[in-house]
C-alpha cells in the first residue's frame, strides 16, 4: 500500500480548522476535520484510520493540547500518526502560543505577519522572536523527537492580526504549507478536489 502523504499542524481550535480548511481546498488536500479539537479528543488510532480513508493527498492533520504542559494527548496522537508505517510525514506547521512555559520546539524557518520568511522564531501574533530556529508553543513538545523533513513556524493560525484570515487568502499560513509542499517535491494539484473530510 502506498504511503498517505500528511501534513501535521500543531493547533486544532475553529479559527484553525477553518483556515485549515481553506488551505486543502487551494492546494487540492484533504483534511480530517474530527481532528480539530482544543484538545484533541481522537486517538492516534482513529486518526490513523481517518488519513487512510481520505480520497486523495496531502492530509492535513490537527493536534492541539489545549496549553497542557508536556506531552498531552495532542502529542500522544501526532507521535503514533507520524510514526505509523502507513503514514509519511511531508511536515509541520508549527504553532506559537503566548504561553510561557517551557514548551517550545526547534524550527527550519518562519513565515512571519508581514508573509516574510525568517530565521527567527515568531510569537503567538507572529511578529519575529530574538531567538533563531524555535518557537514556544502548546502541541510542539514532540516534533524535535520525530525528525521531521521540515517544520515551518508561525503564529496563531487564521489570526496574526487578521493578517491571516481566510478574507485575505490565509497568506501565512498558505505560506507555510507551499513551503512543506515544495521542500518535500509534493505538487498537490488545484482542482476541485480539496473538499474536507
Same mark, same amino acid.
Given at each position: ?6 501534513? &501535521?499542524?500543531?493547533? $486544532?481550535?475553529? @479559527?484553525?480548522?477553518?483556515? =485549515?480548511?481553506?488551505?486543502? %481546498?487551494? !492546494?487540492? #488536500? %484533504? ?35 489545549? #496549553?497542557? &504542559?508536556?506531552?498531552?494527548? $495532542?502529542?500522544?496522537?501526532? *507521535? ?6 502507513? =503514514?509519511?510525514? &511531508? ?6 502560543? *503566548? ?6 520546539? *526547534? !524550527? ?6 508581514? #508573509?516574510?520568511?525568517?530565521? @527567527? ?28 523533513? =521540515? ?17 485575505? $487568502? ?15 517535491? @509534493? @505538487? ?5 478536489? #480539496?473538499?474536507?473530510?
Amino acid at each position: 500500500m502506498t504511503r498517505r502523504q500528511v501534513i &501535521l499542524v500543531t493547533d $486544532g481550535d475553529e @479559527y484553525a480548522a477553518r483556515t =485549515i480548511e481553506y488551505i486543502a %481546498r487551494e !492546494v487540492g #488536500g %484533504r483534511v480530517i476535520s474530527r481532528s480539530q479539537g482544543n484538545p484533541t479528543t481522537l486517538t492516534g488510532q482513529e486518526i490513523v484510520q481517518l488519513i487512510l480513508q481520505a480520497k486523495n493527498d496531502p492530509v492535513f492533520v490537527m493536534f492541539d493540547d489545549s #496549553g497542557m &504542559l508536556g506531552e498531552g494527548w $495532542g502529542e500522544m496522537a501526532l *507521535k503514533y500518526v507520524a510514526k505509523h508505517r502507513d =503514514i509519511e510525514v &511531508l511536515g509541520a506547521v508549527a504553532v506559537a502560543s *503566548k504561553s510561557h512555559q517551557t514548551e517550545w520546539t *526547534k !524550527v527550519d524557518i518562519c513565515v512571519d505577519r508581514f #508573509g516574510e520568511l525568517t530565521e @527567527y522564531g515568531v510569537d503567538k501574533s507572529g511578529l519575529r522572536e530574538h531567538e533563531i530556529g524555535r518557537i514556544n508553543g502548546d502541541t510542539v513538545y514532540s516534533l524535535d523527537e520525530l525528525n521531521l523533513p =521540515i517544520v515551518v513556524g508561525v503564529g496563531d493560525i487564521g489570526k496574526m492580526s487578521r493578517r491571516d484570515n481566510i478574507k485575505e $487568502g490565509c497568506p501565512i499560513t498558505l505560506k507555510a504549507v507551499q513551503l512543506i509542499l515544495e521542500r518535500s517535491g @509534493y @505538487y498537490g494539484n488545484t482542482a476541485d478536489e #480539496g473538499d474536507t473530510n
